[in-house]
Nanobody, 125 residues
Framework: QVQLVESGGGLVQAGGSLRLSCAAS????????LSWFRQAPGKEREFVAG????????DYLDSVQGRFTVSRDNAKSTVYLQMNNLKPEDTAVYYC??????????????????WGQGTQVTVSS
């Protein structure tokens, strides 16, 4: 049984930082693209950042480029999202998701096979 468990969310002031973690089990971790999505109230879920199985390629939403960094530790089956200089518009539930893929990195949520339960990030102004 595949499980993705996020942690690290919370309340932070604008300009602050948070580090999200997503621990995976039940899958061959290095064979999966791991990505972070977010969903704010009243909005559609959107791709935030993703990283290929080898870690060689990453991709980011334009509005988080330069502020967020996605990384992974295949030995620990864990993916991370370091979020710096947070803004109120970053407030959302953040989800990690896994896509079994050898080539490429997809940003559409329909491409992803497994999802975590989400962790709330709230940025106050």
């Amino acid at each position: 049984q595949v499980q993705l468990v996020e942690s690290g969310g919370g309340l932070v002031q604008a300009g602050g930082s948070l580090r999200l973690s997503c621990a995976a089990s039940g899958l061959t971790f290095s064979s999966y693209v791991l990505s972070w999505f977010r969903q704010a109230p009243g909005k559609e879920r959107e791709f935030v950042a993703g990283i290929r199985g080898s870690g060689a390629r990453t991709d980011y939403l334009d509005s988080v480029q330069g502020r967020f960094t996605v990384s992974r530790d295949n030995a620990k089956s864990t993916v991370y999202l370091q979020m710096n200089n947070l803004k109120p518009e970053d407030t959302a539930v953040y989800y990690c998701a896994a896509d079994f893929r050898v080539y490429g990195l997809r940003t559409a949520d329909t491409e992803y096979d497994y999802w975590g339960q989400g962790t709330q990030v709230t940025v106050s102004s």
